[in-house]
């Protein structure tokens, strides 16, 4: 039997915050669940748009000339090349999707490793 | 200010069936929310995945090898090439990504429309 991915089961799996986890793969991306809490760190992806879709919570994404929050059914796409700070006050589930082996934080020294669950 | 997409608005914005609409642009993708309500034709499509996730209502995904039914919150990829008839006894709302310009039935000369909202 072919069955769906459950996102809110996925997100269940783990607890670790700011570590992508690969759920699915779609022409060549990453489907990803995160949770995050607190600041990450200014950074922009050179070669790939950044979509951030929240499920559960508030995400603030800084950008150069002011933020955007998200609540639940909310989504953003950061053009490719432009800084951003992903920040969130409380526990936030996103969906994320980016070329697979896209390093998180724009630097594959700094990256999560990327686990699929 | 830059504003997030909010999908449940972009979706009280039109009520027509089995008619993407783009809310968005991510790597070279639309990203479109779609209602459907009863059956859709069997398709494939040759260069692209089918990216399918369900904000509101059931979707059932017939598959040559059996079905596959999603709730609110879960997704499927089908991939390049596998035929699918996408199908909802109630009015189901969907969050879509295809490369911009795929044709919704797999064929140009009966795909829809897509327009941006």
């Given at each position: ?66 933020p ?33 082996g ?16």
């Amino acid at each position: 039997m072919t069955i769906p991915i459950n996102l809110e089961e996925k997100l269940a799996a783990f607890s670790d915050l700011w570590s992508p986890k690969i759920v699915g793969a779609f022409n060549g991306h990453d489907l990803m669940v995160v949770k995050v809490k607190g600041e990450f760190n200014w950074h922009s992806h050179a070669d790939t748009d950044d979509f951030f879709l929240v499920l559960k919570g508030r995400l603030t994404i800084d950008l150069r000339d002011g933020p955007v929050t998200l609540g639940p059914g909310e989504f953003y796409v950061v053009p490719r090349g432009v800084e951003h700070r992903p920040v969130a006050e409380e526990e936030t589930h996103i969906l994320l999707i980016e070329p697979a082996g896209t390093p998180n934080t724009g630097d594959a020294a700094t990256a999560a490793v990327k686990q699929a669950i």
